[in-house]
């Protein structure tokens, strides 16, 4: 049996205890750590599918474990940290967190978080295969062509590179500097309104509704989002 | 190199250049002057300027005409219809009252139109007028300087008399003194100056014709004046200084461009001009001279007065002479001294090598006497590399000869001492007559030798002299055969007395001058060791308060007179330390703090104010002022100013270390109260949200536990869950009130189209939209907006939270945004009750909610919040109620941002460098 291992690094008892329980009515294996030191050491010998951690530990910082962590794993990476601290979240998913989850949370969204994850690993988008699809839209990576109930969309080539690149990282949260290194280079890491720009239009052609997206979700302050496939 | 290289001397001079783009931004900032330049009255500029006003109103220039007098000429009052006039200030003056140019009402006219594409445009007739007294300033031309200095062009008109440097050539060619003068330097650093010109003939034609407007009291003078001799000489004059005026601009030019085609390289030689001005009369004749030299050559130049012992003990008169003439050079654009010493010759030497002058202007006197000559010639013994000018004085100049007083310096008699001396010498003889027989008439010569240093050290020289001579009468007649007699019946007595008087004369002469010179030393002395006490004392003080009284104590001390230290309070005015007994006029202090620049008694602003006025000057900025109030009038001495002068800057200096003192004090304590702040909001922060947290989820997970849940169970849990979720909401709004509140929160804002803020606000309520449909309508042209996306986020969800909670269910919620001015106006609208009448602007207060009791959750705080959150973004936030047809249709929140400058550039230009990412 191919059991899902998940570590929580958390220093909240309490906290621990509910995302244990939650997680365990799921069926995953849960571990447990209190201090950063110790999530090190349970992550190298459990080797768990996913990590869910907190940034704010009394021995350290979050940031630093998950830097350690993206040397030798690829393993999924959900954060928990306060409200109201959007840099310590940036930082950390500049770093390689892959989502991030706002306390206080409910049950439900911290398992619907856990299960995108999981379910992304077994997400592989290569140019070649049959297109992607998510709600009505099609995209063909050989062809480059992306259309919607059947008609070809005109996207520009901003546009599509923006949108192949949040596709090809389904239910992780890209921040605007992530984004655009990926589709601008390394020269225009300050300048996130291109970012909101381009994606706004993107949102006119791809969305039903622009102001209430469904694809291509807004994490306020922090960057996008890409559900749906 | 592929540069090319100009030949050296073609080469613009980048010192040169550097001179050139400062003075261009000087310029700019300053307001521009214009000078309608005529060669006498008449000739038709007042006319000239305000045709070419109309000209330029009609350019849209927005211009105010301060003060033109039409003299009754139809023609010109023709012309002033329809131009702006500026009120005039109505100053009382001996019984009349007369209506004056309004500096304040020109100022305030160019501060409303600063902001406009033209820089604002005054007329000012006649710019050598003088005010009444009691104006701030004494000269027209000093209003105008004030108006440039604002950034307000002038224009304005004057005649070639009324130039100072050719006022002595005027007034040489007809008969007739100006008294009202402009300097020069104004008129060289005039932006434009138009010559307007009439030749003699139709000036007199006009003239004869009645056309020119001559004041009653000047008819008989005019008479004379308007002579043709006398127009044509006075048109060549403005002919020529307009020319030269062109002439410099040519060169200007020529440099500008760097076509290298002036052979003669006007600022290379660094010579300048040193005017030296000698005490009484005359010394402004010297200065004039200089001053067209110095024009002419295009040179810098000094002007001088030594001061030197023996002028302190002369007239205050000549002295005063003096420092006018001074004052008149400073006018004219000179660097003035008084350097003090002895040695009128070394000084003036000293200070030539010392400023690199390299040409000396002295007054020169018809019929010297051989003495006179070896003044100037000494002189130009000293200075073998120098120049030495002269400029013919006029003989009949009284208050003395002129080099006589720095020779001699016996003009001011003192009758004690000549007094003292006669009864010396009486007492003496009665002596040497009851020793007669015993002492040899050596020995008595000898007691009069005594006698004679004795009086010199005690009185100075000329009673030394008399001394001198009274003993050698004396001896003559008491002590020499034949006795009772001035005949001398030996030869040899005849050198006794002769050698006797020469030895007295010298003797006495060199003990008055070292006694001169020890009193002087012995005065600098004193005066270094009070300023050093006092700052000593200055060093040690923590208050401003010691400050003032120091000062106070100093002045008191050294001047007799009444002071006054006034600072800048916390309302930005100035404001009298405690210790001040002068009586201080506000106004002249706070000109004389906003200009920087001294003022009042003894300056040229507000002379008739009864203190000067001295601005303290610190390091880093102006601290205030310094108004001493001297007990006598006169104006103060040189030394006596510098003194004031060191002793202004010791306290301002004094006063901005106390300053920084206290700053340093409140920031410490600002920085110890916001780490205090901030490690509590944390912990609080912390630790209450916590236990929520684990509340929050623990709750929830209740319901996934197997067995599951009996429905009554379930809903506890439910109940449990969702009140957890409240408490931490709230907990939030408490804790980010009380951080904006401190007013320390860090905005990140960025450029962002307001849709996707809507987007996510939308988002983040999905949960309580489900009773309200949402409608969003925003315009297509939105600017990008500079938001601090998580916080405005706040703003939208809180109100979108409250039109659910205080609308009933079912009823459409409406935003909208669309772009007003230069404002962005967003809008969220609801179908509900509105707000309550009258209360619109309390909902936004903290702990309100509208004023009504209900069940409904919440404190009170969304509003406040979201009033701070807009604040911080330079936007305002306002409620009001959509009334149609009368009735109230629902309450309407506007949050109104400023456009700001949104960045053009999206970035769709810069994916093409980037190697295509897609086909790896």
Known sequence: ?229 | MPAPVLPPDERPDPDRLLQQVQQEEEQAKHGRLKIFFGASAGVGKTYAMLSAARTTQAQGVPLAVGLVETHGRPETAALLAGLPLLPLKATPHRGHTLREFDLDAALAFGAAHADGPEPPLVLLDELAHSNVPGSRHPKRWQDVEELLASGIDVWSTMNVQHLESLNDIVGGITGIRIRETVPDTLFDAAGEVVMVDLPPDELLARLAAGKVYIPTQARHAAANFFRKGNLIALRELALRRTADRVDVQMQHWRLSTGTGATNRPVWSTRDALLACIGPGSGGEMIVRSAARLAASSNLRWHAVFVDTPSIRHASDRTREQALHALRLAQELGATTATPAGTEVIEVLVRYAREHNLSRLVLGRRPGLRRWRLTFTERLADQTPDMDVLQVPLPKETRGSSYWRQWMAGAASIRWAGYVVATMVCGMMALLATSLHGVLELTNIVMLFLLTVVGIALRYGRGPAVLAAFLGVAISDFLFTPPLLSLQVSDAQYLITFAVMLAVALVIGQLTASLRAQANAAGERERRIHRLYQMSRDLSATLLAGQVAEISANFITAEFAAKSALLVVGDNNQLQALPGADADVDMAVAQWCFSKGEAAGRGTHTLPSCTCLMLPLKAPMRLRGVLAVQPPQTGLLTPEQRQLLDTCASLLAISLERIHYIDVARESTVEIESERLRNSLLSAISHDLRTPLASLVGLADTLNLLSPPLTGPQAEIAGAIHQSALRMSMLVNNLLDMARLESGRIQLRREWQPLEEVVGSALAACDPILSTHPVEVRLAGNLPLLHLDAALFERVLVNLLENATKYTPAGTAIHIGAKVLDDDVHITIDDEGPGLPVGNEESVFGKFERGGRETTLPGVGLGLAICRAIVQAHDGRIRGENRVEQGHVTGARFIIILPRGNPPQDDGSQIHAALPDKDNS
């Open chain 1, 1 to 229: 049996m191919n059991e899902v291992r998940i570590l929580i690094i958390e220093d909240e008892a309490d906290i621990r205890r509910f995302i244990r329980l939650a997680l365990a009515s799921e069926g995953y294996e849960v571990f447990e750590a209190a201090t950063l030191q110790r999530g090190l050491i349970e992550a190298g010998t459990r080797r768990p599918d996913i990590l869910v951690l907190d940034l704010g530990m009394p021995d350290g910082d979050g940031v630093d474990l998950i830097r350690d962590l993206r040397t030798w794993s690829a393993m999924p990476v959900i954060v928990l940290s306060a409200r109201s601290h959007e840099a310590d979240k940036i930082t950390a998913l500049d770093t390689g967190a892959d989502d991030y989850l706002v306390k206080p949370f409910g049950a439900g969204e911290l398992l619907a978080r856990v299960r995108a994850q999981l379910r992304r690993q077994h997400i592989r988008i290569q140019p070649g295969e049959s297109p992607v699809t998510f709600g009505d839209i099609s995209i063909d990576l050989a062809r480059r062509s992306v259309c919607r109930a059947g008609e070809v969309l005109h996207l520009t080539p901003i546009e599509y590179r923006l949108l192949t690149h949040l596709i090809s990282h389904p239910e992780c949260v890209l921040t605007h500097r992530q984004l655009l290194h990926a589709v601008w280079g390394p020269g225009h890491m300050e300048d996130t309104h291109y970012v909101r720009v381009h994606m706004a239009n993107l949102r006119k052609k791809i969305e039903t509704d622009p102001s209430r997206p469904r694809h291509l979700l807004t994490e306020t302050g922090i960057g996008y989002r890409f559900c749906g496939l």
